[in-house]
């Protein structure tokens, strides 16, 4: 059984997100993949740390238990697209989503969703997934660089990642085997360039790990 994080200290800032399953391996290369794309997003030197949660219950639970100790984040898949009057507003879309209330004391610069889902991310950097995967990939099944993300509903996102590995030798996609790899070669640039929803979760670390520096 994986162990919940216990925050040390109410000075800790720690990402709690969705994903990595229920086994410690798949949780380490989470975190480790997290940590890679935060480092190359500027946060190298003044990191939160991560915490994977395995489901997305889990990781609300574990935010919610954790935001009375330390200043904590959450950040999970939104499943679906978000609706105009919901940006911005991310409590409000995990409600309609979810069932879930905003735990006492927190704001929504401590919520952020990944829109649809982690994957589509990765169809913001073609060429990084095409490095991942290697000869076979065909990048015309990705949207342009720079293309919003976020209307791609979440089955497609995975059929787009699907087609375009075909014919490579990794030639099915595993969540968890490949995605938390892939993670940590994506261009937190071209992620931000795609998807506002990153940006925002990008900016607001960046924001607040400045001012725990400063």
């Not at 913001?124 to 995967?133: K, L, P, S, T």
């Not at 360039?193 to 790990?209: G, I, K, M, Y």
């Amino acid at each position: 059984m994986v162990k919940k994080y216990r925050p040390k200290s109410k000075l800790s800032m720690i990402v709690y997100m969705e994903g990595g399953g229920d086994t410690k391996s798949l949780h380490t290369e989470l975190r480790q993949g997290m940590r890679l794309l935060l480092e190359k997003a500027g946060l190298k030197g003044m990191m939160p740390g991560v915490f994977a949660c395995g489901t997305r219950g889990n990781a609300y639970r574990d935010f919610k238990n954790a935001s009375r100790d330390c200043h904590a984040f959450l950040l999970v898949d939104s499943e679906s697209a978000v609706e105009g009057k919901h940006q911005g507003k991310p409590w409000e879309h995990l409600k309609k989503q979810d069932g879930w209330d905003k735990p006492e004391g927190t704001t929504d610069d401590q919520c952020h969703l990944m829109v649809q889902c982690m994957e589509s991310w990765f169809l913001a950097d073609g060429d990084a997934v095409a490095h991942y995967f290697g000869q076979g990939f065909n990048g015309k099944h990705f949207p342009p660089q720079g293309q919003n993300v976020e209307a791609i509903d979440k089955p497609d996102v995975y059929s787009k990642i699907e087609h375009a590995i075909r014919a490579c030798s990794k030639h099915t996609y595993s969540k968890g085997r490949h995605s938390f790899a892939i993670l940590g070669q994506i261009d937190p640039g071209k992620v931000k360039a795609a998807s506002p929803w990153a940006e925002r979760f990008f900016d607001t670390l960046q924001e607040h790990c400045n001012q725990k520096n400063e």
